[in-house]
Structures are given as structure tokens and as C-alpha cells.
């Protein structure tokens, strides 16, 4: 059985492709890209074979694609740093294309579509599951920095290795052999080999190439927020045309991407991680020619009455004709003292597969009485000792799913305390022990991670005295809006704001940040995707207006 990582073209498929490239013969084995280029050709094998090889291991071979087969990963859809160099054969002929033609390619040709897009997604999936290497950090398991920067790359999909110098000897050695000591930790070390002391997660998005440069111009359509809805309307958008840019301050899945395991989306009876699905999606928005630039947190919105201004971080200024705010909504904090000083080190708002292994052996609590809380608790309990599930009620069916509360009665190291609180973490850096409240009475339990799940706050902090909402923060759309919070315009006079559009005219907000939505991906999904259909007729009817005047 041939390997699915590396299809064979058909020689039709082939004779599309050559109408887009170049085709070159090499008379002695030659780099075709380097390990760190984020602007690297695809390569189809027309003769003699291509070699990836990974320098950081001696140039270990690590596949070798032959004739009718063809380079390249799902970076090269977005602007991200290949990780191995690629050699031509001596005496290989290639089929040469440049990146920019070949993401046409793949927004207008389906089948070859299909193919590369598969074989890129099985690489990556390879690459960051079973192999070892990418970019290297150097750090201890429980600090908060290294902590930031592995969740970072864990959720943005980047191939990294991580070195624990409490435990890795190759760690200590290299610190050494680079004039490097503690107080530097941690310490990252990008693919083509740079060094990076205690950066910032910018720093660490800009040299891998999530964080992107793009155009300064007016787009159709800015997406803020890279969760379900703001992913599906990017993906309606970009396959419909539209010139679209997303943001997220984070990563993309949004809490859907913080999710072990969603099991009520259509169309995966056996459940997806959200991990996967937002992995999916991301490429899906990008094959159709999205932007998406990561991180970039909304900080302040403008209109002028033409079009949106956007200021985010990174220093970023963003301006579109319409804008859909898909910012969704975080957990709130636990409301006990210093608990700032154990978030990234004992205290966390997702449990992800990089959480698990930490886990392994120790106590582990999770707070709250949602499907999340429940699916987190049944996730850390394949990896924990014991799992201690904390609730404020006194019944644990109240909020979650039947089918999740009968997995964690069953589960012989989950335990549920009901009427309880937390009312005080300790530990010198990385959180020790817990003090736990249960009607009155207190007792100290040794849990080491506290992930907690409670109350989710709208993300609108960046919108506030911009547009309507209530006074949870959530944003009110359609219907919602009230006659005096609309924007004063020619457009508002005519017509009421659709039901995904906000009190101003080519404002939509989607997913769980909008008033009155159902919280769901399945729903989050909808809306982004509805929001489009309503994008063009506003853009239809600014092109109206601009005509009139
Ligand atoms: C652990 C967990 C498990 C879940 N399981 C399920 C399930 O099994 N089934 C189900 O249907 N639903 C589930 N849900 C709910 C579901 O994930 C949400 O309803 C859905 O993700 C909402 O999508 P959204 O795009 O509206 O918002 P979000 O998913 O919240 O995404 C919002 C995005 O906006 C970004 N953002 C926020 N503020 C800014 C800013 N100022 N600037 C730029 N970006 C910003 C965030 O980083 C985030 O990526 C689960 C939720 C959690 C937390």
C-alpha cells in the first residue's frame, strides 16, 4: 500500500500543473529550499527523486519523493518557515511553482486540490505528532514563560521539541556550549538555528510566521477572531470572493480548539478533537486565499462612515468595509486571591494534550459544572492520579450533559465535590496545594494543576461605547438593536440592521459573543457562515450609495 503522505500525481493532473511552472533539470544534486525559508517553491518530480532531510540530524533523510510525486506542507499556505531542506538528485528534472501560483492553483482546481491538501495535512500531522524536532525550547516544566510559549506553538500548530533542563542532559550541554545560564531561560532556538533569550510570544509568532505582514489596504471584510465563527466566515468569505483578513489574539479554534473531544458536531460520529477541526479549518480559509495573522488582539475599533479601522496589537492597523466581530467569549477567574500568579503554572483555562502529560501522576482539580468541565475531567483522568471535580451546586447533571456525568460517575479516579469552593492556592512558584471549602468545613488537597471552567465572559472589551450591547457585554444584533442605538445613516434609514448586523451598518457579530446566540459550534459555525450572505448585500448597497453621491 502506497503511503498517503506522499500521493502520485496523474499525468493529467501534471499537465494542468505544467501550465503554471517551470520545469528545470539539475546536473548535480542541488538545495531546492533551506530549513527556516518561508518563501519556498513547490516541486513536482518529473525525473530522479527530491530528498527532505532535517539538518538539526545530520541531514537524516526523512522521505524522498519520487517520480509524479511532489513537495511541500500546509505552510505553504500561510507564510510559515518550512522545517527541512529539500535536494534535487543529481540529473532530476523538476516541475518548479511558485507559491503564490500554486495557492490559485488550489482555490480553482479541486482535484489536485484534494490531493495536495490531504498530503499536506497527513505531513503535518506526522510531523508534529511522531517526530521529534522543529523549534527548540529550553526551559524548566513548571515555569509560567516556557509555559507561554509551548502552549502557543502547541495551539498554533507549530513543530517544536521541548528540552526540561531539570531533566535533559542534551539541555544542560547546549546551554553551555551556547555561553547561556539560567537567568536566560527560557530559551528558544528557531529552525535555522537562531537564538532567542526569554522572547516574547510576538517575537516566537514572527520568526515561525503566523504573525504575517500583509497589505495596507481596504479589505472587503475583517474577521476578529479565529474561533468556529469567525473561521467559517472567513472560509465563506474568501471562497466567495471577498477580500478578507483575519485576526485572533490567541490561536485559531478559539474554545473549540480547547475542547479534548466534540462529539454533537455533524458529521463526526466518532468525535473530533477541536484541535483537529480548527487545524482544518484554518487550512481550509487559507487554500481559498484568507489572510490570517496571529496574534493580533483587538484593541480599539473606528468608522468613519466609509469604513472600519481596526487597531490591534502587535501594531497593526487594519481597514476593511465591513467588520465581523467573532471574538466569543473566556473564562472567568476564580475569584481567589494571587490566583494571577499561578496562571501558566498550576492554573489553566484549557486542558490540552501538553497539560496531560504535566499531569501525569499528580492531583489534578477542575472546576466548574459545564460539558467543558465534564469533557476536561474525563480527558486529565487517562493521564492523572485522581481527578477532583469541583462544583458549587449539589448536582452535577444541573449544566452538563447526561451522557458526560454518567462517565465521570463511573470513572474510578474522578472525584466530585459538590457545595464546594476554592478558597486559596499555594506554592512557592508552581501551584502546590489547594484549600477546598465543602459547607463550612476546609481541607487542604495537593493538587498540582487547576483547571477551571467557569462563567464565560463576552470578549468586547475592544467594542465598549462603539456599538450596542447588554450590560454583560454581549452584543446585540438583528432585532436586538434598539431605534436609538443606531448609527445615524443613510443605509439605517432606509432599512433595519439584518440579524447578524450590529447597531452600526457593515458591523455583524457571530458565535457566542452576540446576544441571544445558542453557544454551540454547530451554531458558531452557521452564523459565520450566514454573516457573508449579509456582507455582500451591505457591500452591495455601500457601492449603491457611493454611486448616488
Ligand atoms: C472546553 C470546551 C469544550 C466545548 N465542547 C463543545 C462541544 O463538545 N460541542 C459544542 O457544540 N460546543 C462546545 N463548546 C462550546 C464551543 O466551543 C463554543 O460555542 C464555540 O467555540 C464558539 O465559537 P466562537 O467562534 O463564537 O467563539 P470562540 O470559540 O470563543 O472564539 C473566539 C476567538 O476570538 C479570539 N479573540 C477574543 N478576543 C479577541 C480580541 N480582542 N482580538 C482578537 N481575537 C480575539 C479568541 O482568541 C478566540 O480564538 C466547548 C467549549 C469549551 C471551552
Request: hydrophobic share 40%; with cysteine.
Amino acid at each position: 500500500m502506497t503511503d498517503p503522505r506522499f500521493p502520485v500525481l496523474t499525468q493529467k493532473q501534471i499537465s494542468t500543473l505544467k501550465e503554471f511552472g517551470t520545469i528545470i533539470t539539475f546536473d548535480k544534486e542541488t538545495v531546492l529550499f533551506q530549513v527556516g525559508d518561508s518563501d519556498y517553491d513547490f516541486y513536482v518530480v518529473l525525473d530522479g527523486e527530491i530528498n527532505m532531510r532535517d539538518p538539526h540530524d545530520d541531514n537524516r533523510v526523512l522521505a524522498t519523493h519520487m517520480i509524479n510525486e511532489f513537495t511541500g506542507d500546509s505552510s505553504m499556505l500561510s507564510n510559515r518557515s518550512i522545517p527541512f531542506s529539500a535536494y534535487a538528485s543529481q540529473g532530476a528534472s523538476v516541475l518548479r511553482i511558485k507559491p503564490e501560483v500554486l495557492k490559485g492553483i488550489i482555490s480553482k482546481h479541486s482535484g489536485i486540490s484534494d490531493v495536495l491538501l490531504s498530503a499536506f495535512l497527513l505531513r503535518q500531522e506526522v510531523m508534529l505528532k511522531e517526530l521529534s524536532g522543529g523549534v527548540k525550547v529550553i526551559g524548566t516544566e513548571k515555569s509560567k514563560e516556557t509555559y507561554g510559549l509551548r502552549d502557543f506553538m502547541d495551539k498554533n500548530h507549530i513543530w517544536h521539541s521541548f528540552l526540561n533542563i531539570d531533566e535533559s542532559i542534551a539541555a544542560k550541554e547546549l546551554l553551555v556550549s551556547f555561553n547561556l545560564n539560567y537567568a536566560d531561560l527560557p530559551i528558544l532556538i528557531s529552525m535555522s538555528g537562531e537564538i532567542y533569550k526569554n522572547p516574547t510570544i510576538a517575537e516566537l509568532a514572527r520568526l515561525t510566521g503566523v504573525l504575517m505582514e500583509f497589505e495596507d489596504t481596504i479589505y472587503d471584510v475583517l474577521v476578529v477572531g479565529a474561533g468556529p465563527s469567525g473561521l467559517a466566515a472567513s472560509v465563506y468569505a474568501a471562497s466567495e470572493g471577498l477580500s478578507v483578513v483575519t485576526i485572533d489574539g490567541n490561536a485559531p479554534g478559539g474554545q473549540a480548539g480547547k475542547s479534548t473531544k466534540i462529539e454533537n458536531y455533524l458529521g463526526f460520529p466518532t468525535g473530533i478533537s477541536g484541535h483537529d477541526l480548527a487545524n482544518k479549518a484554518y487550512l481550509q480559509a487559507q487554500k481559498f486565499g484568507c489572510t490570517i495573522s496571529i496574534p493580533h488582539k483587538a484593541e480599539k475599533v473606528e468608522y468613519n462612515g466609509e469604513y472600519f479601522t481596526l487597531c490591534a496589537s502587535n501594531e497593526k492597523h487594519i481597514k476593511a468595509k465591513s467588520l465581523i466581530a467573532a471574538t466569543g467569549a473566556n473564562y472567568r477567574r476564580l475569584p481567589v486571591e494571587g490566583i494571577e500568579r499561578f496562571e501558566g503554572s498550576g492554573v489553566f483555562y484549557s486542558a490540552t494534550g501538553m497539560n496531560a502529560s504535566a499531569c501525569k501522576n499528580e492531583l489534578v482539580g477542575v472546576v466548574g459544572g459545564g460539558n467543558s468541565a465534564g469533557q476536561a475531567a474525563l480527558f486529565l483522568a487517562d493521564h492523572a492520579a485522581e481527578v477532583h471535580v469541583i462544583i458549587r451546586g449539589d448536582d452535577l447533571g444541573d449544566k452538563m450533559s447526561d451522557y458526560l456525568v454518567q462517565r465521570i460517575y463511573s470513572s474510578p479516579n474522578i472525584i466530585v465535590h459538590k457545595n464546594s469552593n476554592v478558597v486559596q492556592l499555594n506554592g512557592a512558584h508552581h501551584l502546590q496545594y489547594l484549600v477546598l471549602d465543602t459547607n463550612g468545613k476546609t481541607q487542604i488537597i495537593g493538587i498540582t494543576n487547576l483547571f477551571t471552567f467557569i462563567g464565560a465572559k463576552p470578549c468586547t472589551e475592544w467594542l465598549h461605547g462603539i456599538v450596542s450591547m447588554d450590560d454583560r457585554g454581549f452584543i446585540h444584533t438583528g432585532v436586538d438593536v434598539m431605534e436609538a442605538a443606531m448609527t445615524t445613516c443613510s443605509i439605517f434609514e432606509q432599512r433595519k440592521p439584518q440579524s447578524l448586523e450590529g447597531s452600526i451598518p457593515g458591523f455583524f457579530a457571530v458565535g457566542d459573543v452576540r446576544k441571544g446566540s445558542v453557544k454551540r459550534v454547530a451554531s458558531a459555525v452557521g452564523e459565520g457562515s450566514m454573516a457573508i450572505s449579509q456582507v455582500h448585500q451591505y457591500l452591495a448597497e455601500l457601492k449603491m450609495s457611493r454611486l448616488e453621491q
